[in-house]
């Protein structure tokens, strides 16, 4: 099992941080290696929705399934002053299992705070031996991604406009 938390600070306000982090037209412009992410049932960011996911890194793809297991507030269009957003899913393939518990709260005027617990088990072999070997490389990449987003958020840098 590997289990980490890691955190940033996006220079824009919560809801609008929030907001563009929940919208999947966003998703191919800051999830380095997006392929798809596809809704198999119910509408994309609700709890219980079920989706295909396709992800390319390292010239190995990659599929899972990811399961929104909480969302609070349900509605991300109006985020009252304070509150602090919690957006959790589970994701299962390739003979692993994890849970992304993010959490994003105000640290300051025109500031988000994002905090993401990551927590990964593993079933397969090939998996395994990457944990044991290379247990940095799951944070190494969540904050990527973080770091991504946040480029993206400030700057609206694309990730498929930077060479790998």
């Known amino acids: 099992m590997v289990k980490y938390t890691v955190s940033i600070e996006i220079a824009l306000p919560l809801g609008q ?19 798809s992410h596809e809704p198999v049932s119910g509408a994309h ?7 295909r996911v396709v992800l390319e890194m390292g010239g190995q793809r990659f599929e899972c399934t990811e399961t929104v297991t909480r969302l609070e507030p349900a509605d991300l269009r109006d985020i009252p ?8 899913r589970e994701i299962v ?15 300051g005027p025109g500031l988000t705070l994002w ?7 593993f079933s397969g072999l090939p998996m395994r031996l990457v944990a ?33």
């Open 93 to 107: 393939g390739g003979g692993m299992w994890s849970a992304a518990r993010e959490r994003l709260s105000e640290a």
């Open 115 to 121: 905090q993401s617990e990551n927590e990964y088990r």
């Open 17 to 35: 941080a929030v907001r563009l982090l929940a919208d999947p037209a966003q998703l191919p412009m800051w999830l380095r290696g997006l392929v």
């Open 132 to 164: 044991l070997l290379m247990p940095g490389t799951f944070r190494k990449q969540s904050r990527q991604h973080m770091q991504d987003f946040k480029a993206f958020a400030e700057h609206g840098r694309d990730v498929r406009d930077v060479p790998a």
């Open 45 to 51: 960011g609700q709890v219980g929705t079920v989706s």
């Open 81 to 88: 002053a304070g509150a602090v957003v919690h957006y959790e």
